[in-house]
């Protein structure tokens, strides 16, 4: 397990609703956790890109807009080409049920939907970044 | 244990007449219909006029929305209140590399005059009143709706409705935001001018604490930021020179309904009180509609659970009644399935019923503000009122609303209460039913609202063949006078933008000669 955990938290997509991914970046700050955000509006490319110079071990996107289903399928897969495979990716936001076993196949490690709490996600990270 | 209403505030064990010595009747209350108009703008309220019954929608393609307006029209709703996709709301059509995923998704694609025209098709613009969540594109969108009354032979003095327009909000909270804040706020002072003299029935904006709250803020915060917000537009439009007395009546607010019923009648009393106050005492407004208040209400999206979302019927039942009960104008009630995914037909028709059981069957309607005089609801409110007199002489201090805001003032002051709800949530110190107490092991699957990918594709189609079949020598003179009308930046803007709308100039095209001369804003650093 590394000293201190590294996490990417990003915005990709067009949306602005940031309410969650702010908690949640502040809550892992508050856990001792290293924690970039990569801001609003960002593309695939770029959160991958930032996962890449960041040296992160874990990459948390937020996606309130029902983009998900394009959004996530394509960072999974930029991540593959960038041979990211050891970093743990959860997705939190409006993600209805019947699309969390389709991100789980494309490499989606967990997937948090309203109202889950930061202790949970925090605890969840904490032991899968430990078994990595 | 301590007692608090959501936002934090403390609640006394018992309020009696001492808990309101300080309180003057015709001071701090005045009749309904009388100013302040903390009771109510109108002396026999709702037996006068019910609140217009306004659902906020918007999905897929024009067609779509437009088959869902006439259901919601048909099952008795009183006014239509558009929800506009994510691209439109950021100035970019579906074949942005942007909009990808994006598409349909969060409201209706609209991005040239043909569109609009789908929108609205089979529904005569003189006889219904519309809402529209524009902000960034508010100009474009504006015009395309004027444009379309245009061919349906309305006049535009006859059209009623109201534009959000409001920026600072998206700045604060929401974020869907294009150019940088002063060419923003100038595009905004340019649609009261122009309102005033051409569509002299429309609200001109509608100035919004929703999505204030909804980014965490507690109810003083949105009421504050929101009023202050009224202050910063009615400033920019004095400084332009345009006189207040003539636009201040076409300003408009919005408000949420969130779960603190008591809490929430007093945020909507002191709103007026405090309106009346700085329109008259800081303003000097003469002209009395100038001073009175007029507001939209939301229940809270955020208060909706994804768990057993039939529970969501009450709360939204709730949320309702308190704003009836302050005093609302109109009302949006919330699908129980809105935190998954956009409203199914009958949820929205459920979410409707709602507020015409509130209207038809509870007897709430009968008398004006029916908690004027609770000794409770009268101190809430009477704190509320002072609270923003607090943030107002902060803000004044910075500088206005647009220096704080890139000082990030209302940004910071909004993501503490959020992070202090949460963990509050997180202690059990504040209950969400079905969250963090009262939890189902086994949780049944609802039906849910899904727009697959080819809305985009048949958006990005018609799109493509606007371009095609226009007259492009036409589209690009419009689009050059635009150009030259945003560099010289002393003229009203929305004559150069109804004649690029009239060419079927894209939504995305026309922001992109804007961003061209007033460039994008970025938020300041987290």
Redesign the interface.
């Known amino acids: 397990m590394p000293e201190r955990i590294r996490v990417l938290v990003a915005k990709p997509g067009l949306d602005g609703h940031d309410r969650g991914a702010k908690i949640i970046a502040r809550a892992f700050r508050d856990a001792g956790f290293e924690v970039i955000y990569t801001g609003l509006r960002q593309t695939p490319e770029q959160v991958v890109t930032a996962a890449l110079q960041e040296d992160v071990d874990v990459v948390g996107l937020s996606v309130l807009s029902g983009a998900h289903m394009t959004l996530c399928p394509r960072i999974m897969e930029l991540m593959k080409k960038e041979k990211l495979d050891d970093v743990l990716v959860i997705v939190g936001g409006i993600i209805p049920d019947k699309d969390i076993a389709t991100l789980k196949q494309l490499g989606v490690h967990e997937v948090f939907q309203p109202g889950a709490s930061t202790e949970d996600i925090i605890a969840y990270v904490k032991e899968n970044v430990a078994k990595r | 244990m301590a007692f608090t209403t959501i936002s934090g505030v403390p609640v006394s064990e018992v309020y009696t007449a001492d808990s309101v010595a300080d309180l003057d009747y015709a001071h701090d209350l005045g009749d309904p219909g009388h100013p302040p108009y903390t009771r109510g703008i109108h002396e026999n309220m709702y037996r006068g006029k019910l609140w217009t019954m306004r659902q906020f929608s918007g999905f897929g393609t024009a067609e779509e929305t437009n088959q869902r307006y006439r259901y919601l029209l048909e099952h008795g709703q009183t006014g239509l209140s558009v929800a506009f996709h ?2 439109t ?2 100035g ?1 059509d579906s074949d942005h ?6 598409v349909g ?2 409201g209706v694609a609209i991005e040239s005059l043909a569109d609009m025209e789908a929108l609205f098709a089979g529904i005569p613009l003189d006889k219904i009143s519309t809402s529209m969540t524009t902000n960034a594109p508010a100009t474009i969108l504006w015009s395309m709706y004027l444009v379309v009354a245009e061919k349906q032979g309305v006049s535009w003095d006859k059209l009623r409705g109201t534009i959000q327009n409001d920026i600072l909000k ?1 700045y604060i909270a ?3 935001y294009i150019f940088p804040p002063r060419p923003s706020m100038k595009l905004i002072v340019d649609t009261f001018e122009f309102g005033v003299q051409h569509v002299p029935q429309w609200n001109v904006i509608s100035v919004s604490g929703y999505h204030i709250r ?3 803020s507690t109810a003083l915060q949105e009421l504050a930021f929101t009023l202050y917000d009224g202050i910063e537009y009615v400033e920019w439009a004095r400084r332009a020179g345009l006189d207040v007395d003539a636009f201040a009546p076409r300003l408009s607010f919005f408000f949420n309904a969130h779960n603190d019923f008591f809490e929430e009648i007093a945020k909507y009393r002191a709103a007026r009180n405090v309106w009346y106050k700085v329109m008259t005492q800081r303003f000097h407004c003469r002209n009395p509609k100038s001073a009175v208040l007029r507001f939209h209400t939301q229940t809270a999206g ?1 208060a909706l ?3 057993q979302p039939y529970n969501n019927v009450v709360r939204v039942a709730l949320q309702a009644m308190a704003a009836v009960m302050g005093g609302t104008q109109s009302l949006h009630t919330n699908a129980l399935d809105e ?4 409203p199914t037909e009958h949820a929205a028709r459920l979410a409707l019923r709602t507020q015409q059981i509130i209207a038809h069957e509870t007897g709430v309607v009968n008398t004006p503000d029916p908690l004027g005089g609770s000794y409770f609801v009268e101190r809430l409110t009477l704190d509320m009122e002072k609270g923003c007199w607090d943030y107002f002489d902060r803000l004044d201090a910075m500088g206005g609303m647009v220096a704080a805001i890139e000082q990030s003032f209302p940004q910071r002051e909004i ?1 503490e209460a ?2 202090r709800y ?1 963990k509050a ?2 202690r059990k110190e504040k209950i ?1 039913v079905g ?2 107490d009262f939890v189902l092991e086994e949780e049944s ?1 609802i039906d ?1 609202l ?2 697959d ?1 080819s809305v985009a594709e048949r958006q990005i189609a018609r799109t493509q063949k606007v371009r095609e079949s226009r007259d492009n020598a036409a589209c690009r003179k419009a689009m050059e006078t635009l150009r030259s009308a945003a560099l010289a930046g002393n003229i009203n803007m929305m004559p150069p933008i109804l004649d690029c709308v009239r060419s079927y100039a894209t939504l995305g095209e026309i922001c992109d000669t804007l961003r061209g001369v007033y460039g994008t804003y ?2 300041p ?2």
Do not use: D, R
């Open positions: 994510l691209p709301l950021m970019y590399p942007m909009s990808a995923g994006e998704k969060c998206e929401e974020k869907t909804e980014a965490g955020c659970t994804a768990q935190s998954l995914a956009l993501q959020s992070y949460q949530v997180e969400v969250v963090n699957s849910i899904s727009i990918e970025e938020e650093a987290f």
